[in-house]
């Protein structure tokens, strides 16, 4: 329930099972900003471990049709691995990269006990 210009994010949680193929479940929290932040959307994922938000593309054409999405991470606690392109790199806490259009990308959990806290920011960008 908004507080003025406080909002709190109690409604806009969700848990995806295999997001994006990825195994196991992800907690997405989604700050709506009721629209104003368009074209941004701001996001927090909570992945526990042995799960991950799976490998995907954001196409400039959207021609997969998941949207034409630029992807900004920043890492705000555990550690994981972040993909991409073809490559894969270790991340913690205080990390933070972008994901361009036309590039795959994808994120898991590599610690056994300790969620992966990511806050993410998504521009939609106009089809090419």
Known sequence: MARGPIENDREGREVLENMRGGPGSVSVRHFRFDGK???ARFLILEIPPGAA????????????????YEEFYYVISGRGIATLGNKTYPVSAGDYWH?????????????????LKVH????????A
């Open 53 to 68: 938000e799976g490998d995907h593309v954001h196409y400039a054409d959207d021609r997969n049709g998941t949207g034409a």
């Open 37 to 39: 932040g368009a074209p």
């Open 120 to 127: 993410l920011t998504v521009v939609l960008r106009a089809p």
């Open 99 to 115: 994901a361009p259009l036309d590039l795959a990308r994808g994120l898991a959990n590599s610690d056994p006990h300790e969620i």
